[in-house]
Structure formats: structure tokens, C-alpha cells
């Protein structure tokens, strides 16, 4: 893998930046008619409700998930850093994923964790057409975005839209057939990664998937440009370990394009029963 030097980090980030700016204007025409006063009610937007580390300077930015400005350059900034940081676009990403579980698996209900603006879940969605969404986030402003995404194609009737903290989700044991999430343990502080593994895990139904994927492992990790608070911690993780430790079982730890990783495992069902003779 080449490795990147200072001039290389720097041009990658001002052209980073350039295709961000250059996609703005579009942007903020397509979330033009969105009522904020009015879909931010009943979500938390008061900055104690975060997690304390939300506040540090992720990718340089001290607000990045807590101000809806942010929030709407998100799929410009993975528009612009996938293809340049990983050769394969944004759109591959999410639906190679989404390609992971079985076609004909039936996943009533499906939850996505720290779902960001929703491409996620919207591939999902088109994948399984029979399944529902538990859309989440502590972000506000991100949970606005993926629900005008949801709603410009059809979808707003197949998802929910909740404020949920990934460390203590609040669901009842057992209760989704696939917990999904992506990109957001190596902005996780690493005492909550195995806690948020294990959460995961608890609220995955026996029998159900867990899918996940990420970036940042191994050598590619030098090439990271942008300011990426614990990157440090999280670099030094065994996911295949820790995924099992919290409890999955048949994991499939796949490398995808350069430096991007997907996981996917299950939560067996426990046999109950006694084999006593
Ligand atoms: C790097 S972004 C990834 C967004 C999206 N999953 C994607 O792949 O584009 C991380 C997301 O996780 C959210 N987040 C951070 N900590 C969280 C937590 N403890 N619980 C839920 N969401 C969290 C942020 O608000 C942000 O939307």
C-alpha cells in the first residue's frame, strides 16, 4: 500500500475540501424545505444530552455531529473521501454491504447504530423490501437528514427515526434480526467499544446478524489525514476478538477495497433443554 507523506495528506485534504464546497450549494437546495423548529422536536438538541468525546475535534471539527451545518456536508464529505482515501465510491460501500446477508434471509426488523444521514439502512431497505427500520443516532440533525432521505423515496412508512445513545440503547434483549452499523467505532473512545460490541449483542435476536464496517486498520491507518481523535486506541483492537468476546459467533471479517473492512457474524440461538440423562 503506498504509504502517504505530508504533501500527499495535504493535497488529499484540500481536495477533499474542494469537492465538499463544490457540492454545498445542491445540497442545501435539496434540504431546503426541511421545517427544522419542527422535526427537531422531541429529539434532544442541548449539547449535555452527548456523549462527552462528541465534542472533541473530530476530522478537525469541534461540532461535527451537534450542528446541523455539519451534519448536511456528510454525504459530501464521504462522496469526496471514499473514492479519493478507498477507490471504490460511496454507493459501492453501502451496497456491497448490504450484499452480506443472504437475499432470501428474513429480517423483520433491522436497527442501524450512529446511522448517520441513513445510506446505510437505505440500502438495506432496498435489499430486504419486507423488513422495517429502527433508524439511530445521538445526533438530531442526522436523524432529520436520513428521514427526508427515507421519505423522498418512498420508504418513511418502513422506519423509525431514534434519538438512541449506541453505549445503552434502552431496546429489550433479543430484539432485532440484524444490528447494523458503520464507521463509527474509530470514533469511539476505546473504553466504550467493547461495552457498544456487547450492547450489540444483547439486543441482536438469537439467530440474527450483526453487520459492521470500517476503515483505519493495519498500515493503512498512517495514511489517515483528517484529525481522528482515537484513532490511536483503535488501531490496536482485534475486532475478529473482540466481536466474539461480546458474544457473535460465525464471523466473517472481510477486507473490502483499500483499507475498508466489513464483519459479519450471527447471535446462535441457545438450544434449551436437558441433556442430562
Ligand atoms: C463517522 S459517522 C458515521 C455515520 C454513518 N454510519 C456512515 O457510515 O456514514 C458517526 C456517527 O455516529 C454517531 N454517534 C457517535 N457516537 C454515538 C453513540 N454513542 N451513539 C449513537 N450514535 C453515535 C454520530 O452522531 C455520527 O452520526
Known sequence: ????????????RTEVIRRINAAMPLVMQEYASINWVEELKGYHTDHEYYPDYIHAPIH?????????QSCLAWDAAMDAIIPLSHNVSCQQLREKMAELIPED?????VLELGAGTGDGALALARRFPQSTFRITDVSPYMLVISKHKFNKVGFSERALFEQVDARHTGYPDNSFALVTS???????????????????????????????????????ALNASFQEPWL??????NFEYEFAKAGFTELNYIRYAVGLWYMVGRKLVVCQGNFAK
Open 182 to 220: 458503520s464507521l463509527l467505532l474509530h470514533e469511539t473512545p476505546k473504553e466504550w467499544i467493547p461495552k457498544i460490541l456487547k450492547e450489540m449483542y444483547r439486543i441482536t435476536k438469537p439467530g440474527g446478524w450483526v453487520l459492521y464496517t470500517d476503515t483505519y486498520r493495519g498500515e493503512y
Open 232 to 237: 490511536d486506541d483503535f488501531i490496536h483492537f
Open 60 to 68: 478537525g471539527v469541534t461540532d461535527a455531529y451537534t450542528n446541523p
Open 105 to 109: 434471509t428474513s429480517l423483520e426488523t
Open 1 to 12: 500500500m503506498p504509504r502517504w507523506n505530508a504533501q500527499d495528506k495535504q493535497v488529499y
